[in-house]
Nanobody, 123 residues
């Protein structure tokens, strides 16, 4: 059974930093590209950062580029998202997912999801 378990969310002040983690199990992690998606109430989930199976390729949506960093550790079956200089508009539920980098850029539609971790940016 595929399992993706996110952690690390919480309340952070604008301009602060946060690091999200995702523990993967039930599948061969290094066979898959991975991504972080986020969702706010009333909106669709948006892929904001994706990474290739080997970690050599990454892609970001413009709103987080230069502030967020996606990374993975295939030896530990973990995916991470480092979030710096967070903004109130980064407030959302964040999801780890199996995905891929599209040829034209952006994250492909996800295969499997985690349960999500809430990030709230507020002073």
């Amino acid at each position: 059974e595929v399992q993706l378990v996110e952690s690390g969310g919480g309340l952070v002040q604008p301009g602060g930093s946060l690091r999200l983690s995702c523990a993967a199990s039930g599948f061969k992690f290094d066979d898959y590209g991975m991504a972080w998606f986020r969702q706010t109430p009333g909106n669709e989930r948006q892929g904001i950062a994706c990474i290739s199976w080997d970690g050599l390729l990454t892609d970001y949506v413009s709103s987080v580029k230069g502030r967020f960093t996606i990374s993975r550790d295939n030896a530990k079956n973990t995916l991470s998202l480092s979030m710096d200089n967070v903004l109130p508009e980064d407030t959302a539920m964040y999801y780890c997912a199996t995905s891929a980098i599209e040829a034209r850029g952006g994250c492909a539609s996800p295969g499997h999801w985690g349960q999500g971790t809430q990030v709230t940016v507020s002073s």
